[in-house]
């Protein structure tokens, strides 16, 4: 909504209203961002480990937001182009962590030997699942859809959110043709330089929060 749109709302309905509806926009403001520090959190792994974003300091970070049964994600895994990525990434010294949010009794939700087998199963190579049933880590960090990736600079603070590629659809023969934003951050971050670009927007099936 546009400042000249909401002028006309406080004329035609009164400024109470108008300021009512302002309120109900504004949270997009709380997302994090580009260049300021990431949110600080603290969540638990698939193998009951505590894992809080401060420990990480000195590391890059990927957060990438998983739901093993939406078909976005799953035509990242399934064809082995997340699994690639990850362990790219692992490799260089990146810390992965793959988060869900899905909450009890949602698309998605799993216990630890679930996450500890999809990510055998897949042959994934997270550094760790994390298990954010409440959705905490999701909504501080603004995660909407699987997958929803994040990637966090040494000094803590956030160089890129939004989606992993340019091909915003399910179809697996999208993949071999995409532009990986995900690899394209990171590369930029090895070279200390900014994420270009820095935010798109997340594609994918939307993240499972509890009420």
Not at 64 to 89: I, R
Request: aromatic share 6%; charged share 20%.
């Amino acid at each position: 909504m546009t400042i000249s749109s909401l002028k006309r709302l406080a004329f035609v309905l009164g400024a109470p209203l108008a300021l009512s509806l302002v309120i109900m926009v504004a949270p997009a403001s709380s997302e994090p961002r580009i260049g300021e520090m990431a949110p600080q959190f603290t969540g638990v792994d698939s193998s009951g480990k505590s894992r809080t974003l401060s420990e990480l300091r000195g590391k890059t970070v990927v957060l990438e937001w998983t739901n093993h049964d939406c078909p976005f994600v799953g035509k990242h895994y399934s064809t082995g182009n997340m699994q690639k990525l990850q362990k790219e990434a692992v490799r260089d010294g990146v810390v992965w962590l793959s988060v869900i949010s899905s909450a009890p009794g949602r698309q998605g939700h799993v216990a630890p030997e679930k996450a500890d087998k999809l990510t055998t199963d897949r042959q994934a190579a997270p550094t760790a699942v994390i298990l954010d049933s409440e959705g905490k880590i999701g909504r501080a960090y603004a995660a909407r859809t699987t997958p929803h990736m994040f990637v966090i600079n040494a000094k803590g603070a956030l160089v890129y959110k939004g989606a992993i590629d340019d091909k915003p659809s399910a179809n697996h023969a999208d993949v071999p043709i995409a532009r990986n934003y995900v690899r394209e951050a990171l590369n930029a971050v090895s070279a200390g330089k900014p994420a270009d670009p820095d935010t798109t927007r997340a594609y994918g099936c939307s993240v499972k929060y509890g009420s």
